[in-house]
T-cell receptor, first 112, second 114 residues
Framework: EPEVTQTPSHQVTQMGQEVILRCVPISNHLYFYWYRQILGQKVEFLVSFYNNEISEKSEIFDDQFSVERPDGSNFTLKIRSTKLEDSAMYFC??????????FGEGSRLTVL | AQSVTQPDIHITVSEGASLELRCNYSYGATPYLFWYVQSPGQGLQLLLKYFSGDTLVQGIKGFEAEFKRSQSSFNLRKPSVHWSDAAEYFCAVGVKAAGNKLTFGGGTRVLVKP
């Protein structure tokens, strides 16, 4: 069964460092998303991406964040200068037609 | 903007007993509705979804949910809980017009007693 894959599964970084989280969505899907879940809290929407551009972003997704689909298969989330409060589990998801979302296993980011 | 409320933060249930998890949403039109399950340290697995049609939806692992428009609810049920059902359950609402951006509830953690 096709699945969304994310790398790395866990990354530890120093505050102020740049981090790139990678996702390989399901191959025929057209909509892509990043969500995050701070430990013990709800899953929060960050950004959606369709037709090679951001279709919607939340207030969390400030100038420190960016997304890219560099090569037609990967979908990346970059955090330019990490803060302590960026520590969270980041989930990538994809959808064929904007209906059901398929989530990856998540990338846990720890900022020290 | 849509919102989702899961009133119960924790529920403890005995193995073999029935389970019902509550979910209420706020949205002006008929949304897409989902239930996801998350085991500790794991990702989000879709249990079931409602887009339209029959308001009683069957999902995986013996779960079902009923959409009640009049109550803005989408409660999840399972007739007989297994120890492996211990996990956190998230209700989510999506809006097709917004590319189905999902808004999640706060989650309900289910503990199963032997």
């Amino acid at each position: 069964e096709p699945e969304v894959t994310q790398t790395p599964s866990h990354q530890v970084t120093q505050m102020g460092q740049e981090v790139i989280l990678r996702c390989v969505p399901i191959s025929n899907h057209l909509y892509f998303y990043w969500y995050r879940q701070i430990l013990g809290q709800k899953v929060e929407f960050l950004v959606s991406f369709y037709n090679n551009e951001i279709s919607e972003k939340s207030e969390i997704f400030d100038d420190q964040f960016s997304v890219e689909r560099p090569d037609g298969s990967n979908f990346t989330l970059k955090i330019r200068s990490t803060k302590l409060e960026d520590s969270a589990m980041y989930f990538c998801a994809s959808s064929e037609s904007g209906g059901e979302l398929f989530f990856g296993e998540g990338s846990r980011l720890t900022v020290l | 903007a849509q919102s989702v409320t899961q009133p119960d933060i924790h529920i403890t249930v005995s193995e073999g007993a029935s389970l019902e998890l509550r979910c209420n949403y706020s949205y002006g039109a008929t949304p897409y509705l989902f239930w996801y399950v998350q085991s500790p340290g794991q990702g989000l697995q879709l249990l079931l979804k409602y887009f339209s049609g029959d308001t009683l939806v069957q999902g995986i692992k013996g779960f079902e949910a009923e959409f009640k428009r009049s109550q803005s609810s989408f409660n999840l049920r399972k007739p007989s809980v297994h120890w492996s059902d211990a996990a956190e359950y998230f209700c989510a609402v999506g809006v097709k017009a917004a590319g189905n951006k999902l808004t999640f509830g706060g989650g309900t953690r289910v503990l199963v007693k032997p």
